[in-house]
């Protein structure tokens, strides 16, 4: 087997419940931001924390990369804020290391890495389908969404006319499951 994870290096991402440090030389993010306004070292303010190497995610996706047929995407989850440890930091490790899509749960969350020039033309898919007010923006900024219910295409359409643009989606398919998806 192939090692996915290597421990090492100088940068990385640390995360707790209140908040993250994150310093990387993985295209320059540094800084550190904690949700109670405190500054320093996690372990100088948190008896616990993640974390988790930036250069190690690119290394991880790149070994998937290695062990899928060439000019086969690979989407690289990171929602709930690339799972705590940060969608903006993580995104751009993915993508560093060959993450050709990136998803994520809600609308707020793909428009907070459309917005970074380095992931302005990546595609990003949002699992759940937005409220209704959210679709206008995001068909703007070609994000994808995830239909589940046909009944959900005619809201779509009307959208995407009223904004001139085409709606890309994603049509999740009930294959047996019975969980969610068009059957």
């Given at each position: 087997?192939?090692?996915?994870v290597?421990f090492?290096?100088?940068?990385?991402?640390?995360?707790?419940?209140?908040g993250?440090?994150?310093?990387?030389?993985?295209?320059g993010?540094?800084g550190f931001?904690v949700?109670n306004?405190?500054?320093g070292?996690?372990?100088?303010?948190?008896?616990?924390?993640?974390?988790?190497w930036l250069?190690?995610?690119?290394?991880n996706?790149?070994?998937?990369?290695?062990s899928t047929?060439e000019?086969a995407?690979?989407?690289?989850?990171v929602?709930a804020?690339?799972y705590?440890?940060?969608?903006?930091?993580v995104?751009?490790?993915?993508?560093e290391g060959?993450?050709t899509?990136l998803?994520?749960?809600?609308?707020?969350e793909?428009?907070?890495?459309r917005?970074?020039?380095e992931?302005r033309?990546i595609?990003?898919?949002?699992?759940?389908?937005?409220?209704?007010?959210?679709?206008p923006?995001l068909?703007?900024e070609r994000?994808?969404?995830?239909?589940?219910d046909?009944?959900q295409?005619?809201?779509l359409?009307?959208v995407?006319?009223d904004?001139?643009?085409r709606?890309s989606?994603h049509?999740?398919i009930?294959?047996?499951?019975s969980?969610?998806?068009?059957?």
């Amino acid at each position: 087997g192939r090692e996915l994870v290597r421990f090492g290096g100088r940068s990385g991402v640390r995360a707790d419940g209140l908040g993250m440090y994150y310093r990387s030389y993985c295209r320059g993010l540094e800084g550190f931001v904690v949700m109670n306004g405190s500054q320093g070292e996690p372990r100088d303010l948190y008896s616990t924390w993640a974390e988790v190497w930036l250069p190690n995610i690119a290394h991880n996706v790149r070994e998937l990369r290695r062990s899928t047929p060439e000019g086969a995407a690979v989407m690289a989850v990171v929602k709930a804020n690339g799972y705590g440890h940060g969608a903006v930091p993580v995104s751009l490790a993915a993508v560093e290391g060959g993450a050709t899509q990136l998803a994520v749960a809600r609308a707020d969350e793909a428009l907070e890495l459309r917005r970074r020039e380095e992931l302005r033309d990546i595609p990003i898919l949002v699992f759940v389908m937005p409220p209704a007010g959210a679709l206008p923006e995001l068909i703007q900024e070609r994000v994808a969404v995830c239909v589940h219910d046909t009944a959900q295409l005619p809201m779509l359409e009307e959208v995407a006319k009223d904004t001139g643009e085409r709606a890309s989606i994603h049509l999740k398919i009930d294959t047996g499951m019975s969980r969610v998806g068009i059957q």
